[in-house]
T-cell receptor
């Protein structure tokens, strides 16, 4: 079956421009996550969506970052007024979202490589 | 949020050699996951360990969870070039995963 897909695979933008990154989770997965992977910081959590619940935005680094999830499926991560330090790989993951105490398996997409010049 | 420390940061070995990478924390893990990430791809889950002292095997990979659940190791026997990649340990923290910085493994043929 289809895995998590992300687009674009690569994005080069100029400092100060806005960018939108898209994630299509695995069909039927109600939980969706965004992470950022950069050389200096490793892989860090940004935001989590679960069904119709309010998203957990605790990992967003600034108010320039926002994310939406429309219809409980596709998600868009938006970075406004991009800065050079925003350059990183942005990874999306999804999981079944059944909850419980056991850590669910998260399935990652290939990521979007963002370069801010 | 507890910090996960991985070592070594980088490992370059010849095909056929054995290796071990480590993941440590000052706090107790409820469970621990190991991922492998290849260039241009997202991380892929290898295993989840839950019980202190647990040992899991996945072909040539052996995963151990420390008795006190504060550390874990991944041992690869007879490494192959296809094992090349970034190995990450991660712990669940509420709704998210917290990752270690990873070990970059390069296996030369």
């Amino acid at each position: 079956g289809a895995g998590v897909s992300q687009s674009p695979s690569n994005k080069v933008t100029e400092k100060g421009k806005d960018v939108e990154l898209r994630c299509d989770p695995i069909s039927g997965h109600t939980a969706l996550y965004w992470y950022r992977q950069s050389l200096g910081q490793g892989l860090e959590f940004l935001i989590y969506f679960q069904g119709n619940s309010a998203p957990d935005k605790s990992g967003l680094p600034s108010d320039r970052f926002s994310a939406e999830r429309t219809g409980g499926s596709v998600s868009t991560l938006t970075i406004q007024r991009t800065q050079q330090e925003d350059s990183a790989v942005y990874l999306c993951a999804s999981s079944l979202g059944r909850g419980g105490s056991r850590q669910e398996t998260q399935y990652f997409g290939p990521g979007t490589r963002l370069l801010v010049l | 949020t507890q910090l996960l420390e991985q070592s070594p940061q980088f490992l370059s070995i010849q095909e056929g050699e054995n290796l071990t990478v480590y993941c440590n924390s000052s706090s107790v893990f409820s469970s621990l996951q190991w991922y492998r990430q290849e260039p241009g791809e997202g991380p892929v889950l290898l295993v989840t360990v839950v019980t202190g002292g647990e040992v899991k095997k996945l072909k040539r990979l052996t995963f151990q969870f420390g008795d006190a659940r504060k550390d874990s190791s991944l041992h690869i026997t007879a490494a192959q070039p296809g094992d090349t990649g970034l190995y990450l340990c991660a712990q669940g923290d509420g709704n998210k995963l917290v990752f270690g910085a990873g070990t970059i493994l390069r296996v030369k043929s």
